[in-house]
């Protein structure tokens, strides 16, 4: 669950801060000069993007350099912080997909006992019991219930990858495919998934299965959409191309982007060698009205490199449009995205 937005769009309105994260227990006074952060948990994690003006090697140095301005520590170090370390990730691989397994299940064990149990979460930890999954207890489960558990996580996974198309409904545009992929509960609780009468487990889990960091504020720092069918009605396949014509003039303070994600893993097609296309691509080729062709699929288009995503045949996918410091006209509706295209 989101609880606040760092840069343009938060409370340091971009000038930076200091940010105070404080366990659920804390009963104390913020010391002057912090922003609170009140987490119901004790493990948190912060994602932050260093938008540079384009990726000239200069200005990707200047937002190194931001990033590198950030300092972790306790706040019992404030007055003296420690050295920050930093790790450059660019030639590693890390392995970030969610296992359906049975060490799911381990996982799931494992950061229960480390968190407070929320009362809105009460009859889930009740369901757990069966599985050996309970509050200050080791999960020890047998080869039986290690296969039974395996066998579920996979039927969660089918259920899950199924549920994105099926829920994303919302729309900027009543005549389009886009959609704004969240169920509509995310949206409309800015992903705290609770209303009045319910709280909505499903949804969050949909959600939180294709996505992560999602921000507090929704439309002013980014705004996201993404399209499961083609503008035939037809699901989107890695072996056939696509393109989409992106209008001139796209209402954005920062840069729009376009990706493809796998759609059995919601990640990146980890043997891609194109993940992304957008506008702060050097090389990107305009069309004469200020306009921008991009193509998808498992060959590039002869003259089309610095446009072209590419795709693995026989496997489903689906795209993000990011939008990265969204103007008026796309929530007015005077710029409109198109739908995708087979190409023949």
């Keep these: 669950m989101p609880l606040i937005d760092i840069g343009s769009t938060g409370e340091d309105k971009g000038k930076g ?4 994260v404080l366990p659920p227990d804390f009963k104390g006074e913020v010391p002057p000069g912090y922003i609170p952060v009140r987490p119901r948990t004790y493990n948190t994690f912060t994602g932050v993007r260093s938008i ?3 990726y000239s090697e200069e200005d990707v140095r200047k937002g190194d350099a931001l990033v590198k301005q950030i300092k972790v520590y306790l706040l019992s ?3 003296k912080p420690p050295e920050q370390r930093f790790i450059d990730m660019t ?3 890390y392995e970030g997909l969610v296992r359906y397994d049975a060490s799911f299940y381990a996982s799931l064990a494992h950061i229960l006992n480390e968190e407070p149990v929320q009362p809105r979460d009460l009859e889930r930890m009740s369901l757990l019991l069966p599985l050996g999954i309970e509050k200050s207890k080791a999960f020890k489960p047998d080869a039986v219930m290690t296969a039974e558990l395996k066998s579920a ?6 259920w899950l990858v199924e549920g994105l198309a099926r829920v994303s409904t919302e729309r900027l545009w009543p005549d389009s495919k886009w959609v704004l992929p969240v169920p509509p509960i995310a949206t409309k609780t800015l992903f705290k998934w609770e209303v009045a009468n319910h709280f909505d487990v499903d949804s969050r889990g949909i959600g939180l299965a294709s996505f992560f960091l999602p921000p507090a504020t929704l439309g002013k720092g980014s705004f996201y959409l993404g399209c499961f069918v083609d503008a035939n009605d037809k699901p989107l396949r890695g072996e056939n191309t696509y393109r989409i014509r992106v209008p001139a003039n796209a209402p954005v303070r ?3 982007a376009l990706t493809v994600y796998d759609k059995e893993t919601d990640a990146i097609f980890r043997e891609s060698t194109r993940l992304t296309v957008g506008s702060l691509d050097k090389d990107l ?3 004469s009205d200020g306009s921008v062709d991009i193509y998808i699929g498992p060959k590039v288009p002869a003259g089309w490199e610095a446009n072209w995503i590419y795709t693995p045949p026989r496997q489903g996918w689906w795209p993000y449009f990011r939008f990265f410091g969204p103007g008026p006209a796309l929530f007015e509706g005077t710029w409109k995205l198109p739908d995708l295209e087979k190409v023949p």
Aim: net charge positive.
């Design 17 to 20: 801060g200091k940010h105070l």
């Design 52 to 54: 540079p003006k384009s």
């Design 77 to 79: 170090a404030a007055a």
């Design 91 to 93: 030639d590693i691989l």
């Design 153 to 158: 996580a996979q039927e969660a996974q089918a």
């Design 254 to 256: 920062e840069f729009w």
């Design 285 to 287: 080729r305009k069309n």
